[in-house]
């Protein structure tokens, strides 16, 4: 049996039935950025707290009214005690990242450019990355001690996994077709890795610097609560231990400013050098 | 620049993909080299460009003569341009002037001239995402330009780029090697291109690719132009030349889907 295709074109499903308009189906899966909602949000929620301090249904005991903690916070600032633990946390912070993140973009560097450093490398970091950095901090007071460099090397320990991981995989995602016509160009080694390689792969080093610096201020504050008599850790311990709450989520509003802070220093670092994005 | 390309083989791994190639690339003369998909053909440019190490055989250059100014005697024009998105158009053309001891000033001199020679100039500071393909293509011819090559070797430079850009591209092409006598060795599965650009064509067999004809279009470049009957009739000869071959390589490729 055969079909004529002008048949089938020209035969109407129904002459009687009304034209409809066809129904636009391509809604939702696109989120849009509102700031309002997202700062109104954040005023509702510290509303919603301070009624329920105020009202009693929130124990102040347990969890200090938004008043509580800005007065505590005042307190901490006027004192002087803030910039002093501050002070100490950042650092530790930015001396143990820069560690771990230039000895991470190195490694990374070279387990994504070099076949001797690929499976070794990868072998290592795989073996290496699971363990949770902190249970490392006694095995890096005894050889480094209770003092700072055992805080440093738990920082740059816990920064360097994620830094090689980025940096590897930011380079085996450069094109190889760029790298190609660099090499097709006769460009030296060290002018593909500095004008091709590097900046194909920042990109991803610079979104592992985002996953290194969140981890970076987590084994912070683990470093400093099991031995530091200054910085934030030490201080929300000691808060915890006084069972002043107000004081303890003082520390914890400082903790979440610096970490608002650093992600944005990033995001600016991001639009410096991916400007061409 | 004359090359001779000597007995190349090619595998990979258990694929054979060349066998036994040999011809000669004299200076001022363009080659196309034409076959069915998977032929080889862009795996014989890699290797004639010194990309790729052929299995057996050697690439000869025979006479070293180069243009004045001379930066890279092979020189690539590739397919998906190969641009670097993170530098603007004259960044971008500069970056294979910046390792050869020129001055700032002698590295700009190059740039803006081959942005003029390439209408390019008014775009010299906007980045390849904010140009069109055939805009990128150019930027591409322009890079390689540049560095004042002795011979360009063109890898399916139109292919990926819509019908129309890929018309007046092509004849823009010919009218460069029409200008400069340029060498140059042109990939293609368009057989119009072939026509219009090359003194002489090679045709490949299917894998493994095998030299089938050396097929000479001896009109000057200059005076070709789209739908002469003469480069019609060698567009026609050179499909007789391979259709068998492209059906079966297409059969193959069934075989394999």
């Not at chain 1, 509003?253 to 990033?266: D, E, F, K, T």
């Not at chain 2, 780029?161 to 200008?179: G, H, K, S, V, W």
């Amino acid at each position: 049996m055969s079909h004529d295709i002008s048949e089938v074109r020209a035969e109407p499903q129904s002459a009687a039935s009304p034209a409809s308009h066809v129904r636009f189906r391509a809604t939702g899966f696109n989120p849009k950025a509102n700031p309002v909602a997202a700062w109104g949000f954040f005023v509702a929620v510290i509303a919603l707290w301070q009624l329920g301090s105020s009202t009693g249904v929130i124990s102040e005991l347990a969890m200090p009214s938004p008043v509580a903690v800005a007065k505590a916070l005042w307190q901490l600032i006027v004192t002087g005690d803030l910039w002093l633990h501050l002070g100490a946390s950042l650092q530790r912070l930015v001396g143990g990242w820069i560690m771990g993140t230039v000895a991470g973009l190195f490694v990374g560097f070279l387990v994504g450019m070099f076949s001797w450093a690929r499976s070794p490398g990868v072998a290592f970091v795989s073996a290496l990355f699971p363990i949770p950095k902190i249970a490392l901090l006694p095995l890096f007071i005894i050889w480094f001690g209770i003092g700072e460099p055992s805080k440093f090397a738990t920082i740059a320990f816990g920064v360097f996994f994620p830094t090689v991981i980025n940096t590897f995989g930011g380079v085996d995602n450069v094109q190889r077709n760029l790298i190609r016509m660099g090499q097709s160009f006769d460009l030296p080694m060290w002018s593909v890795i500095r004008k091709i390689i590097l900046p194909g792969a920042l990109p991803t080093i610079l979104s592992g610097f985002r996953i290194s610096s969140s981890i970076a201020i987590i084994l912070l504050i683990a470093a400093e609560m099991i031995g530091a008599q200054y910085g934030i850790g030490a201080l929300i311990l000691a808060a915890g231990n006084l069972y002043q709450t107000d004081q303890l989520i003082a520390g914890v509003v400082v903790l979440s400013l610096l970490g608002l802070c650093v992600s944005w220093l990033l995001g600016r670092l991001d639009r410096w050098l991916l400007a061409w994005r | 620049m004359r090359l001779q390309i000597k007995g190349i083989c090619h595998s990979y791994d258990q694929v054979e993909a060349l066998r036994d190639i040999d011809f000669g690339i004299e200076p001022g003369e363009v080659v196309a080299l034409i076959g069915p998909s998977g032929c080889g053909k862009s795996t014989l440019l890699s290797i004639i460009g010194g990309l790729l190490a052929p299995t057996r055989g050697e690439i000869l250059i025979c006479d070293k003569a180069t243009p004045d100014g001379c930066l890279n005697p092979l020189t690539y024009v590739f397919q998906d341009f190969a641009l670097l998105p993170w530098r603007t158009v004259a960044g971008n053309i500069s970056l294979v002037l910046e390792d050869h001891g020129l001055s700032k000033a002698d590295r700009d001199a190059r740039v803006a001239e081959v942005l003029e020679q390439t209408n390019l100039w008014d775009f010299r500071d906007a980045y390849p995402k904010q140009l069109s393909g055939g805009m990128k293509q150019r930027v591409g011819i322009a890079r390689a330009l540049a560095v004042r090559p002795a011979v360009l070797l063109m890898d399916e430079p139109l292919s990926a780029l819509d019908a129309q850009t890929r018309i007046l591209l092509l004849d823009e092409f010919a009218a460069l090697f029409a200008r400069t006598g340029m060498t140059a060795v042109y990939v293609t599965h368009n057989l119009n291109e072939a026509v219009r650009l090359a003194n002489r064509v090679v045709a490949l067999r299917r894998r493994p690719g095998t030299i089938k004809e050396i097929h000479t279009i001896d009109i000057p470049i200059a005076e070709r132009r789209e739908g002469m009957p003469e480069l019609i009739a060698h567009e026609s000869a050179l499909w007789n030349l391979i259709r068998d071959e492209a059906i079966a390589a297409d059969k193959e490729l069934e075989n394999v889907a």
